[in-house]
């Protein structure tokens, strides 16, 4: 058992460095497709709820086809596709193809599907502040642009914080899935570390911990962002 345990350590024979490097990778990957997927959540909401009519159809048919669609399909096809229409479009206008980064690529891939549901989380949690908010700011002089930074973008935290802090749980297991299109990334680690040892229970097991670890830490980082934001209010 004792032997057993040695490869989760750092030093030599251990794979312990290996599973840090992929933990530090899945976080890197993670927090990029977070931000992302926030950036084009706050404009896709925006654009949901003040957006002309052809700008609201074309969010409708991107957020229903991204959570209709599952995320392994969803990968594989921006992945594939996506890398092959940027190396087309490149050779068209006669520069070289592109080398994306398996970073890159995989904080793009996941920050898009992401996108999806955080455009649906944000744009809930704008459509429960009270109206008469914003008609207030408006009413002191505000543009709707200031009424938009000042009023509602601070007054919708609270009421989208729990479900963000869902998407930022989803997509730290979701980086998981890049595996299948060779990511560098915790669980490619684990399952070479896992093949080459043949310890797979030993290598599985520890990855099981590490996501919960970082589950558990998410959970208290958000807790305190949430109470933060809170303060003030009513008690549910």
């Known amino acids: 058992m004792f032997e057993s345990l040695q490869l989760l350590w750092i030093e030599t024979p251990g794979r312990g460095l290996s599973l840090l490097a992929g933990l530090v990778s899945t976080i890197q990957i993670a927090v990029g497709a977070y931000a992302l997927g926030l950036i084009i959540g706050l404009f896709g909401a925006l654009g949901k709820i003040n957006g002309p009519a052809p700008l609201k159809w074309l969010l409708e048919i991107y957020t229903t086809l991204i959570r209709a669609v599952p995320e392994l399909v969803l990968i594989l096809l921006l992945y594939y596709a996506g890398t092959a229409a940027l190396n087309n479009m490149l050779e068209s206008f006669g520069y070289e193809t592109a080398n994306i980064s398996g970073l890159v690529a995989g ?24 109206k008469g908010q914003v008609e207030a700011a408006q009413a002191f002089g505000m543009s709707r642009r200031q009424s938009v930074l000042r009023i509602l973008i601070p007054a919708m935290i609270p009421f989208a914080l ?48 590490i996501y919960l670890t970082l589950t558990l830490v998410s959970n208290v980082i958000f807790r305190r962002i949430e109470n933060r934001y809170r303060r003030g209010q009513a008690a549910v």
């Open 162 to 209: 729990p479900g963000l802090s869902n998407l930022w749980l989803i997509v730290t297991k979701d980086t998981a899935l890049l595996a299948v299109v060779g990511f560098f990334e915790l669980a490619t680690t684990v399952r070479e570390s896992a093949a080459s040892t043949q310890k797979y229970l030993l290598f599985y097991l520890a990855a099981a911990a």
């Open 107 to 130: 904080i793009l891939v996941l920050g898009f599907v992401q996108g999806a549901y955080s455009t649906e989380v944000i744009r809930a949690a704008m459509l429960a502040v009270p």
